[in-house]
C-alpha cells in the first residue's frame, strides 16, 4: 500500500459546527503532516508529527486541533471555523529518515473544505 | 517572505516545444523535491536531489540541483498535454521535516 487515504473528499460546515478530518496511511511512515493550500497558491504547512508526538504547530490558530491516535491514524478536528478557512486540506507522510525531508513526501488528495 | 521562488509563476506552450522552470532561493537546502500537481489532486513527487551539481532523469524531465544547493531547475524535452499542471519545487533544511514549497509554476500544454 503506497498511498495516503484522506476523508471526506469534499467537507461543508457552518461556522459553529464541529468537524473532523481523517488522513491514513499504512506504508510505515513515522512522520505525518497537515497542509493548507488556497487555491493558486502553494501548500502551506500547519503541523508535524514525528513518532506519534507533536514536533512542529506553525502558529495554527487553536479553532485547528490535530491528533495522532496511532502510527497510521492522522485527525484534524476543527470547531468553530471562518469562511477564510475554506481551502484544501492535505495530509502527508514521509519515512523517518536522518535527511528528515529528503525521502519525499506521499500526499493524499485532500479534503475539500467550505465553510459557510 | 517567500524563500523558494519559482519563475515563470505561468506557462502557456504548444505540444512539442521545451521548456525550463526555475526554483530559486538565498537559502542553503539539504535537499530539493519537485512535485507536479493537477487539479482537485494532492502534489505527486517526481524526484529528490541532495548532492549539489546532482541531475536526474525521468523520461522528458530532467532536474539540476545548483552547486550551492541554493536553486535548481525542471526541463520538460517535447513537452505533451499530459505534462499540464501546478509544478512545486520543495526544500527541505538540515534535517528538519519541515517542507517549504515554492510559489509554483501552472504549466499549460496546447495540443
Known amino acids: 500500500d503506497t498511498e495516503v487515504t484522506q476523508t471526506p473528499k469534499h467537507l461543508v460546515m457552518g461556522m459553529t459546527n464541529k468537524k473532523s478530518l481523517k488522513c491514513e496511511q499504512h506504508?510505515?511512515?513515522?512522520?505525518m503532516y497537515w497542509y493548507k493550500q488556497k487555491a493558486k497558491k502553494p501548500p502551506e504547512l500547519m503541523f508535524v508529527?514525528?513518532?506519534?508526538?507533536?514536533?512542529i504547530n506553525e502558529s495554527v490558530p487553536s479553532r485547528f486541533s490535530p491528533e495522532c491516535p496511532n502510527s497510521s491514524l492522522l485527525n484534524l478536528h476543527l470547531h468553530a471555523l471562518q469562511p477564510e478557512d475554506s481551502a484544501l486540506y492535505l495530509c502527508?507522510?514521509?519515512?523517518?529518515?536522518?535527511?528528515?525531508?529528503?525521502?519525499?513526501?506521499?500526499f493524499g488528495s485532500g479534503t475539500r473544505l467550505t465553510v459557510v | 517572505t517567500q524563500l523558494l521562488e519559482q519563475s515563470p509563476q505561468f506557462l502557456s506552450i504548444q505540444e512539442g516545444e521545451n521548456l525550463t522552470v526555475y526554483c530559486n532561493s538565498s537559502?542553503?537546502?539539504?535537499?530539493l523535491q519537485w512535485y507536479r500537481q493537477e487539479p482537485g489532486e494532492g502534489p505527486v513527487l517526481l524526484v529528490t536531489?541532495?548532492?549539489?551539481?546532482e541531475v536526474k532523469k525521468l523520461k522528458r524531465l530532467t532536474f539540476q540541483f545548483g552547486d550551492a544547493r541554493k536553486d535548481s531547475s525542471l526541463h520538460i524535452t517535447a513537452a505533451q498535454p499530459g505534462d499540464t499542471g501546478l509544478y512545486l519545487c520543495?526544500?527541505?533544511?538540515?534535517?528538519?521535516?519541515?517542507?517549504?514549497f515554492g510559489s509554483g509554476t501552472r504549466l499549460l500544454v496546447r495540443p
Open positions: 536531489v541532495v548532492t549539489g551539481g
Open positions: 508529527y514525528s513518532y506519534e508526538k507533536l514536533s
Open positions: 502527508a507522510s514521509s519515512q523517518d529518515t536522518g535527511t528528515g525531508g529528503a525521502a519525499g513526501y506521499t
Open positions: 537559502s542553503v537546502f539539504s535537499s
Open positions: 520543495a526544500g527541505a533544511k538540515d534535517s528538519s521535516y519541515k517542507l517549504i
Open positions: 506504508m510505515g511512515h513515522r512522520a
